[in-house]
């Protein structure tokens, strides 16, 4: 609890001072927050505007905090959204080294110094430089002269002053550490007996099943962070399946996703605001991350706000008339999908000429459509999800009803409302199996 009050007390100090420098320094804020008042507290944070990505694009001049030449210039990839590009001054670089320096310092440094490998990408541009207590390497996985170098590095031993003599910690984003370990399977690498003990990841959406296969295959703890391009923190999973504990200098909220109204209990939108002094040049406050959260610890908790990640909005389908109510979400969808061996997936990653087991890396395929209900009730509201199975459906067809049958069940049971509304009549839910080649692969995110 005092560590709560601790994480608590210094999100409302910084909470001041965060609109204080947006009204000071934004034109754009300063308009914003006008009719906002005081904000102080965290049960303030209501009394601000929702800020939507489209807001952030539109207003991307305005929004800045400081014109001076950035530091890092950071972007999105456009997956889930309008491009968008973020910029990182030299000031909150330097305080964000200080500070995270200030931290290792006040803890005896390990000795020897653990020794980590960190796969390198160039997806969101230039990344913020952290202090560490490890000595860190590079290396890529884009292709097959870039894996071999990662196993080469993975099987040296070192002798580096003061440092472990093999790696022990493998991090990078979920695809190319899932990349790096079909590689290595396929190349007879002995992950098992490997230095490798843990494993860091971060970037998209990975299921509780992937990871404990990810773990069992390593021989190794797995370590899952939550992360967007837009926001300098994020939350980190306690334990595969468990809830999400966010970083103190992040304020998560939940929030309703029509009106916007703060969610206590069950399923709402995620928000985020970046503080000062660690954002500076291009803060963002209340920010609509898109992604839907199950509340499992409320604001006002003995462990404060932690949730479940269920999917984005964008991919899934809700009744919003009054508390949100889950017709579809798109998490619980994907890991039910990723489960049943007769959905096609499209590997990424070719270059790596892993076989088969490059479907680690790949996309489902699959694609889910909703229709409402027609103004004279003579359709209900619908949703159809086709599956884009590895062979033609007419082939197995007993195999096919199970699969459906299978599929209906947990659909059901993870969402309780359809399931009820299916048995009056007021919604049909339709599996429909195809062939691979009539459905595009589906992005998880």
Not at 45 to 60: G, I, Q
Not at 229 to 241: K, N, Q, Y
Not at 275 to 286: C, D, E, H, I, S
Request: proline content about 8%; glycine content about 8%.
């Amino acid at each position: 609890m005092p560590e709560l009050l601790a994480v608590q007390s210094l999100r409302e100090e910084l909470l001041g001072e965060t609109i204080s420098w947006c009204r000071n320094q934004s034109k754009y804020y300063r308009q914003r927050f006008a009719d906002a008042g005081e904000v102080k507290c965290l049960t303030d944070m209501p009394k601000l505007p929702v800020l939507f990505r489209e807001d952030v694009v539109d207003n991307h001049a305005a929004i800045l905090c400081d014109p001076s030449l950035p530091a890092a210039v950071q972007h999105t990839t456009g997956t889930t959204g309008a491009f968008l590009q973020l910029h990182r001054s030299a000031g909150e670089q330097k305080f964000i080294w200080d500070f995270f320096s200030a931290r290792l310092c006040a803890a005896p440094m390990p000795n020897p110094r653990p020794l980590y490998l960190s796969l390198s990408n160039a997806y969101h541009g230039s990344l913020i430089g952290m202090p560490t207590s490890a000595y860190t390497l590079s290396a890529g996985v884009h292709d097959m002269a870039q894996a071999q170098q990662a196993r080469g590095l993975l099987e040296r031993r070192y002798n580096l002053p003061g440092v472990a003599p093999q790696v022990s910690l493998l991090m990078g984003t979920e695809r190319m550490v899932k990349a790096l370990t079909a590689y290595l399977l396929a190349d007879g690498y002995d992950l098992k007996n490997s230095p490798v003990r843990h494993l860091a990841l971060f970037g998209g959406h990975v299921t509780p099943a992937r990871k404990r296969l990810l773990a069992r295959l390593w021989q190794a703890d797995v370590h899952d962070q939550y992360s967007m391009t837009e926001m300098f923190g994020g939350a980190t999973e306690a334990g595969i399946g468990g809830p999400w504990v966010f970083d103190p200098h992040v304020i998560p909220e939940v929030v309703h996703p029509d009106t916007h109204e703060p969610v206590t209990e069950g399923v709402g939108v995620l928000l985020l605001t970046g503080l000062y002094p660690f954002v500076q040049q291009m803060p963002l406050v209340r920010y609509f991350t898109g992604d839907l959260v199950e509340v499992t610890a409320p604001v006002d908790s003995p462990a404060g706000l932690q949730v479940y990640y269920k999917g984005r909005i964008s991919r899934s389908v809700l009744d919003t008339n009054g508390p949100v109510l889950p017709l579809l979400l798109s998490g619980p969808l994907y890991e039910a999908l990723e489960a049943i061996p007769d959905i096609a997936i499209s590997p990424r990653f070719p270059d790596l000429q892993a076989g088969s087991g490059l479907e680690l890396t790949g996309d489902l395929h699959y694609d889910v459509a909703h229709s409402e209900a027609t103004d004279d009730a003579s359709e209900p509201e619908s949703i159809t999800i086709r599956l884009g199975l590895r062979y033609a459906p007419w082939m197995y067809p007993d195999r096919v009803r199970e699969v459906v049958a299978n599929l209906t069940q947990q659909l059901f049971e993870s969402h309780p409302e359809t399931a009820s509304r299916c048995v009056d009549g007021r919604l049909k839910l339709s599996i429909i199996p195809c062939e691979a080649t009539e459905v595009p692969p589906y992005d998880s995110k």
